[in-house]
């Protein structure tokens, strides 16, 4: 299949039309790409497998029911902490840190833990306001409108509009790929996180596995351009979100990038055999 | 037009573990400080004589018995020397850290093409993941072996809780730290000059003094120590409790000094680590002013388990 080749101020432009053609069927397109294959069978694998593995990182299945929520324990969001999510406007990452940060609140705690909590803060940063709003709509419909420690800004991944080292997170779930220079992302990362802050990034990723990379291939070259046809009338959006997907630098390359970017005990975890990616690292 | 991936994903189900998560293989970290600690030992010109004990075992031992030679997880005995950088990092903004070397900093990749390796986590990681650490532990009396212990140990050395979420297993990591640092506490004091004082004394007595001497370490958090057993005895966690606490009972062994014993290898490491564990858990209910109860008890075992061996050999 021929890749289209895109110029880098094209890029960004190409990038800004698809949202703002897809920001209102941005779940449905992000559930066929990744989190509706997985759907099809996590119910049955996943619940299975919960009850044998308690306690963290598991040898078997992970204890959440998407990608998201595999993120969420990754990142172990803890009361009071300013956490930054990027290009995350429509608040996946940011409403499931919130909820997460409220459970453990509410936790019979042994302490001072609970005083923290009114320091807690998240910042959704999306490029597009489109999809910021989305997000604030979706924040009103969850009855997050009365919640003080969500803000939604508007800013460049490139070049953050945030302070030197005062984020304890950051996140970037489906987002990287669409960022022209990756390098500078990982860089504006690395510099607003605190020492000891950790860096999380949630993309799709490749399958190197036999059978299922050339199944994958076909399903993602012919069946979702069709069905991004018939959801929201505009195949070429789609075609160049899949190509954009073979274009990003595999697992490996990618785990160096960010360890040029300064990052220590870089790693990366794959989900549904390479299709999403989760990787991680943490500044020092 | 759905119809194909679904029929597919029937297919891939039934094999759910190679499709679905592979997850990252941790290689050093905490837990594995025990290995480091022995391989320190060897440095020391009066253990010369001596084997790693994790790798050699008598040939002729049962595997039943042997704790130390089969590895659940496989993990390096000795430090990855520091690794020539052959790519220059580019420098930004003066970062006074290299972020592609490092002792340790081999990038392995795991089982099949799935799963991702640990990379860079040389010194300067491991160093600071043990400052918090050990912050951690001054709170552990008040807060137990829990994540915010770690998150109040984090603040305490001026890091970001964050970084508590990327210790593999947490409250067990916490453990462990605790475990190994004992352990090294148990050996400096040995080297330092406590070691010349246990000459004098018979087998039983030593024997006792050094289970003491690691007991007692334990005393200020015995209030929370039944926890601490509890996650080591959790399955993802139990290996690394067993290989350390194998470590330790070979530790004391070898300080007690099993030079010309008739005693057989396997016998006397599950015999010590048997008691070890009851006194352990005596402990824990042990309300006698100085755990007073506890060394008497100790004692007894020690001295009916040596006994016994020498009526079996008479016999």
Redesign the interface.
């Known amino acids: 299949s021929g890749f289209k080749q895109v110029r880098e101020d094209e890029k960004s432009k190409l990038v800004g039309n698809v949202f703002s053609s897809v920001a209102s069927s941005y779940d449905v397109m992000n559930d066929l790409m990744s989190a509706g294959?997985h759907r099809?069978?996590k119910d049955?694998?996943v619940s299975g497998a919960q009850s044998?593995?308690p306690?963290?990182?598991?040898?078997?299945?992970?204890d959440s029911s998407d990608f998201f929520s595999r993120l969420i324990s990754?990142?172990?969001p803890?009361p009071?902490?300013k956490h930054l999510d990027v290009a995350g406007g429509t608040g996946d990452v940011a409403f499931r840190v919130v909820e997460r940060i409220k459970s453990v609140s509410h936790r019979a705690?042994?302490?001072?833990?609970t005083d923290m909590e009114e320091d807690t803060h998240i910042y959704v940063c999306d490029i597009n306001p489109n999809m910021l709003e989305v997000g604030k709509k979706r924040a009103a419909e969850k009855g997050y409108n009365e919640e003080q420690c969500l803000s939604w800004v508007q800013g460049d991944a490139e070049a953050l509009s945030f302070e030197d080292g005062s984020m304890?997170?950051y996140t970037i779930a489906f987002g990287i790929r669409n960022v022209t220079h990756i390098e500078k992302a990982l860089?504006e990362a690395?510099?607003v996180?605190?020492?000891?802050?950790?860096f999380l990034c949630l993309e799709l990723s490749h399958v190197?596995?036999p059978v299922?990379k050339d199944?994958y291939d076909?399903?993602s070259f012919s069946?979702i351009p069709?069905?991004g046809e018939?959801v929201a009338g505009d195949r070429q959006s789609y075609q160049y979100l899949v190509e954009s997907i073979r274009r990003f630098p595999k697992?490996?390359k990618f785990?160096?990038m960010i360890?040029?970017?300064?990052?220590?005990?870089?790693?990366?975890?794959?989900?549904?055999?390479?299709v999403v990616?989760i990787?991680?690292g943490?500044k020092? | 037009?759905?119809t194909?991936?679904?029929g597919?994903?029937?297919s891939?189900?039934t094999q759910?573990?190679?499709?679905?998560?592979?997850?990252?293989v941790r290689r050093t970290g905490p837990s594995a400080m025990a290995s480091f600690l022995v391989a320190r030992r060897l440095l020391c010109p009066a253990s010369a004589r001596r084997l790693l004990p994790c790798t050699s075992p008598p040939p002729s031992a049962p595997a039943a018995l042997c704790w130390l030679s089969t590895d659940a997880s496989p993990s390096p005995p000795l430090p990855v020397p520091p690794l020539e950088p052959t790519v220059d990092?580019?420098k930004?903004?003066g970062?006074s850290?290299s972020?592609?070397s490092g002792a340790g900093g081999a990038?392995r990749?795991g089982q099949?093409?799935?799963?991702?390796?640990?990379?860079?986590?040389?010194a300067?990681?491991e160093e600071?993941q043990q400052k918090?650490l050990r912050a951690s532990l001054l709170h552990v009396p008040?807060?137990?072996w829990?994540?915010?212990?770690m998150?109040?140990g984090?603040r305490d050395v001026?890091?970001?809780?964050?970084?508590?979420?990327?210790f593999?297993?947490?409250e067990?990591a916490l453990v462990e730290f605790f475990m190994d640092d004992c352990l090294q506490q148990l050996m400096d004091r040995i080297d330092a000059g406590e070691g010349e004082l246990l000459k004098n004394l018979m087998l039983t007595e030593r024997l006792s003094r050094l289970v003491r001497m690691r007991l007692e370490m334990q005393t200020p958090y015995i209030s929370k120590w039944p926890q601490a057993l509890s996650i080591q005895s959790?399955?993802?966690n139990v290996s690394t409790s067993l290989k350390q606490r194998a470590v330790l009972v070979d530790e004391i062994w070898h300080a007690a000094g099993d030079a010309g014993s008739d005693i057989d290898w396997y016998v006397k490491r599950t015999v010590l680590g048997g008691i070890y564990s009851a006194s352990e858990v005596y402990m824990l209910t042990d309300n006698s002013p100085e755990f007073h109860d506890t060394w008497t008890f100790v004692n007894r075992r020690i001295k009916d388990a040596l006994d016994l061996q020498k009526s079996y050999k008479e016999v």
């Open positions: 294959l099809l069978w049955r694998l044998i593995t306690y963290g990182d598991s040898l078997f299945l992970p990754k990142l172990n803890f009071g902490m705690t042994q302490g001072t833990l304890d997170g860089s690395y510099r996180l605190k020492k000891g802050g950790r190197d596995v299922f199944i076909i399903y069946v069709a069905v018939l697992q490996e785990a160096q360890q040029e970017a300064g990052f220590e005990a870089v790693e990366y975890e794959n989900l549904v055999g390479g990616a990787h991680s943490v020092l | 037009s759905l194909a991936p679904i597919w994903a029937n891939v189900s759910p573990r190679h499709f679905v998560e592979h997850v990252v990092p580019p930004k903004d970062a850290f972020a592609g990038y990749t099949g093409a799935a799963s991702g390796g640990r990379r860079s986590g040389g300067g990681y600071e918090v008040r807060m137990g829990s994540e915010s212990a998150i109040a984090a001026a890091m970001s809780p964050a970084i508590v979420g990327a593999p297993r947490k067990a959790q399955p993802a």
